[in-house]
């Protein structure tokens, strides 16, 4: 019997913030909680898989952004600091639930959790988690690709070219440098692909990407194979796309495994709970409530009135809801392998902050997942590029426009909360174009500014603010970074315009955002893209 092979694929990415003009910063703790429940834990994951001679081969996409923020000096120090507030404010849970058995060993849980965390990420890793990536894909453990340079949405920047083209160089120059190898494939943020987009991967020599579903199920000829097998390209480049019914056993918010109300509920945080008087030391100034990672209660329902967390409940549904996995891909594969001329392909990609950061179990369940895989029969993980180094020939075919997002298309990153970012960014695009031709050959302290200019555009096309303003959370910030690159840009375009630099901005500029450090303005010319 032909077995049923599965590419686990996650995609770790956050926007790029970093605010060394404050001593603290609250949107930089999506970073430090993303390392907490998210890398560390899967890192330790894969490390147990390796232990166990668990043959482990999961595709992770790590976005320039997270890469760049990882790597960084002043974040890894605050970073070690915000673990340290965490252990404070575990040993004063601890001494506070003293009176309250149950509140007290979940207060003693997480306390244990911060010491830990702390000692492998200063201890263990010397905070180069970036090194410890690079490890495991030496060792077999993870294939690392990337994604577009500042996750832009790229459908809505089809008519621009020299922005897509500077998306993806941007990418690769930063894959490059930190991990030592180009990546042959790339995750299109948010999924979102347009008919034409695969002749800029080529031109890069990336030979795969994914995509939604209805990519391949809405083309133009019908999918033989369906989704069960990628497809190629007429220029050649393969698409994957996203075997929607399994994922979606863990992506529903209505019915996926993560709204077991047996699970942690991620909303419930005593950062909100405490007086002010008692938290102040760990939320933000001035009083701006946060989440602190102590969070005592389970899901249990629609109500106000939660229950005490249960963590042996908890890893009881983690097993189960692991075999119920299991299970569903076994009866796809069985569904589907005498429907198509080879074993079934089962792409089933996710964010990788899901695991342990919104779901705070899923990090068990996704290796209990491994290891079940691992003992199957009938399953057998497969990376994109094995596969097609075992099935070179494909059907040729074009894919459709679309996303992963909610209604598939565009709807998320353009709606009537975030559409007029567009035409400022637009007209920066076309303005970033424009110097490139104007000052095409610069060294020295003007190509220093332009370099910083096509740095702006980057960053202000970010798919992460129109996502945040579409979904109605942090909403100022959103604004107020898209503005800030936009402004930041017209201070370049303005004095090279007047054929001036102002040096001390520029400087004060290149110390805040210093991501893409060897950045070529060249990437947005005309006489480069494809």
């Not at 069960?228 to 994922?247: D, T």
Request: hydrophobic share 35%.
């Amino acid at each position: 019997m032909n077995r049923g092979t599965i590419a686990l694929v996650l995609h770790a990415h956050l926007p790029f913030v970093r605010h060394p003009e404050y001593p603290r910063f609250l949107e930089e703790n999506w970073l430090f909680e993303a390392i907490t429940e998210t890398y560390i834990p899967l890192i330790r994951m894969f490390h147990r898989l390796k232990r166990d001679d668990v043959p482990c081969r999961v595709t992770l996409s790590l976005s320039p952004t997270l890469v760049t923020m990882l790597a960084d000096p002043l974040l890894k120090q605050r970073y070690t600091e915000y673990l340290e507030r965490s252990i404070e404010l575990g040993l004063k849970e601890v001494e506070r639930t003293a009176d309250n058995p149950e509140l007290n060993r979940l207060a003693k849980f997480y306390l244990t959790m911060y010491e830990r965390t702390l000692f492998e990420y200063s201890d263990m890793y010397r905070r180069d988690l970036i090194k410890v990536l690079r490890e495991l894909e030496s060792d077999g453990s993870v294939t690392l690709i990337t994604t577009a340079g500042t996750h832009a949405f790229l459908p809505l920047y089809q008519n621009y070219p020299e922005a897509v083209q500077a998306q993806i160089e941007s990418a690769l120059m930063t894959h490059v440098t930190h991990f030592r190898r180009k990546p042959r494939g790339l995750w299109l943020p948010e999924c979102g692909y347009y008919p034409g987009l695969e002749h800029m991967l080529k031109r890069h020599d990336l030979g795969y990407f994914f995509t939604a579903s209805h990519a391949v199920v809405l083309a133009g000829n019908k999918a033989e194979r369906g989704v069960f097998a990628p497809v190629r390209c007429p220029n050649g480049v393969h698409a994957f796309a996203r075997s929607f019914e399994l994922s979606q056993a863990v992506w529903s918010e209505a019915d996926g495994y993560p709204a077991d109300y047996a699970y942690r509920d991620f909303y419930r945080d005593i950062g909100y709970d405490l007086d002010m008087e008692y938290i102040r030391p760990y939320v933000h100034e001035p009083d701006v409530r946060v989440f602190t990672g102590y969070k005592y209660w389970a899901i249990t329902g629609k109500t106000e009135d939660k229950k005490l967390y249960n963590i042996e409940q908890a890893r009881k549904r983690v097993e189960e809801h692991a075999e119920n996995f299991l299970y569903s891909i076994e009866r796809t594969h069985e569904r589907t392998r005498h429907l198509i001329d080879r074993e079934p392909y089962f792409i089933i990609p996710f964010d990788a902050e899901l695991f342990g950061h919104w779901w705070f179990e899923g990090i068990d369940w996704l290796e209990r997942v491994l290891r079940g895989i691992a003992a199957s029969d009938v399953l057998e993980l497969k990376t994109p590029e094995s596969y097609l180094a075992q099935h070179p020939v494909n059907q040729e075919l074009q894919p459709a426009f679309s996303s992963w997002g909610n209604d598939g298309y565009s709807s998320v990153w353009l709606d009537g909360t975030n559409d007029w970012i567009y035409r400022h960014i637009h007209k920066c695009i076309e303005r970033m174009i424009e110097l490139v031709e104007r000052f095409p050959e610069q060294d020295s302290l003007k190509k220093r500014f332009l370099d910083h200019g096509a740095r702006e555009v980057l960053l202000m096309m970010a798919s992460d603010w129109p996502f945040i303003m579409s979904s109605g959370t942090t909403m100022n910030y959103a604004e107020r970074r898209v503005r800030e690159h936009i402004h930041n840009f017209n201070v370049v375009y303005d004095n090279l315009c007047r054929n001036t630099v102002d040096t001390e901005w520029l400087t004060r500029t290149e110390k805040k955002f210093t991501i893409f450090p060897d950045i070529d303005y060249q990437i947005f010319s005309r006489h480069k893209r494809s």
